[in-house]
């Protein structure tokens, strides 16, 4: 917890978030037109997203198997009967005037969320619910000086919305939180996660209080979009909260939008309560009613987890929680990483893969699945240096020629003659070689023994970094001492 000092002393922050994640399915909530992303505007509009008079909605099972399969991955509570509910609202992009969402009845109820924090501390974070409900379309204000176009392409594809309890108190814990949930239903398959594509989109509820004291009055920050904007936004957020109530202010309770350029947040509306939007079921749509063998079917094709294969990583791999959490936090990288771990020194592995590896993707700016090095040669890179094939010095060599060919480091080291040395009769005569050409150097040996780094370089020199350095190490005290 980190508190704020204000003029009457600490200040404890109080954050709830809200989460809207879109599902990944290829047809939207209630009718069969596409979701694809950076489609033309209006290319992906059914009569029923356009709330054409007469069009019924129909439930689309994928997204339903989907927002399952994300609350068993919340360890939440399945609600085998839910309602789906009209929202009513007015806006340009929204053409049927309400939005179809859940809002007594959820199909996902209570879960939890165990978040990482620095240290390796963890901090389990409530889960209230996880509802469906449509999206709207896109108003788009810069296409025309004086006119608003709409876009209803994205009109009725499928949100998940997942509510936090107030749980978190920094803006670290906050940006642990989302980073855990991406993390979560990218595993699953379940939302992509991409923030910047708008897949993902977080509101954010602030208030403050003085520590252990009463709940303060909340101001939701809607629709931000980064996680470091998150932070940003919680930071200014709730400073200004304080100063407010320090300077004899109220914190009105309202809506807020978080504007990156300025760094700050600014007030869009009063709150709109939850009656002001007139909920009513709705009449198109009976209740949803699931079987428990429906749930337990998708809870069988769960795959492991973070937490899980955290814990894996751990035991399995003897890896600290830092390493295992690093590797973990991406379905990908974790995938990767067992790949190369496997059956081989848990330890090398992560210093290679955490070390010149991670390096050269991010200086390439390149995913895993865009590496030009496979997972199974990197296996293979371990395995050359494990039975003394390579030297550490030429396995560097080897990374450098594998990134640049993509090939196999077995057909690598034929190809370009790297096979170590260790044939103690060519290291003798390269080291005899090197003492005879350097009486001078032996005589300093011999005053100062510092020297013997100097005569292991030029042997290793001399042989182009493929001598064994044991060897050349050995075979130099033999002759230099004798
Ligand atoms: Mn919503």
Known sequence: MSLIKGETGDWEVVLGL????????????????????????????????????????????????????????????????????????????????????????????EGAVEIDLEGGATKTIGIERLHLEQDAGKSLHDQHPSQTYVDLNRSGVALMEIVSRPDMRSADEAAAYLTKLRSIVRYLGTCDGNMDEGSMRCDVNVSVRKPGGELGTRCEIKNVNSIRFVKQAIEYESRRQVEVIEGGGKIMQET???????????????????????????????????TQEFVDGIKATLPELPDARKARFIEEYGLTPYDAGVLVAEKETAAFFDTVAKGRDAREAVKLVTGDFFAMLNRRGDTIAQSPIKAEHLGKLLDLQADGTISGRIAKELFVAMEETGKDPAVLVEERGMRQVTDTGAIESAAKAVIDANPDKVAAYKAKPAMFGWFVGQVMKSTGGKANPRAVNETLKKLLDA
Do not use: W
Not at 18 to 47: M, R
Not at 267 to 284: G, Q, T
């Open 18 to 109: 809200e989460v809207h994640a879109q599902v990944i399915s290829d047809a939207k909530l209630f009718s069969g037109a596409p979701t694809t992303f950076g489609a033309d505007p209006n290319t992906q509009v059914s009569l029923v997203d356009a709330a054409m008079p007469g069009m019924l909605p129909v439930i689309n099972a994928r997204c339903v198997e989907q927002a399952v399969r994300t609350g068993l991955g919340l360890n939440a509570k399945i609600n085998l009967r839910s309602v789906f509910d009209r929202k009513n609202y007015f806006y340009a992009d929204l053409p049927q005037g309400y939005q179809i969402s859940q809002y007594k009845d959820p199909i996902v109820g």
């Open 256 to 290: 807020r939008l978080f504007d990156p350029g300025r760094g700050e947040t600014r007030s869009l509306r009063s709150k709109e309560d939850a009656h002001d939007y007139r909920y009513f079921p709705d009449p198109d749509l009976p209740p949803l009613v699931l």
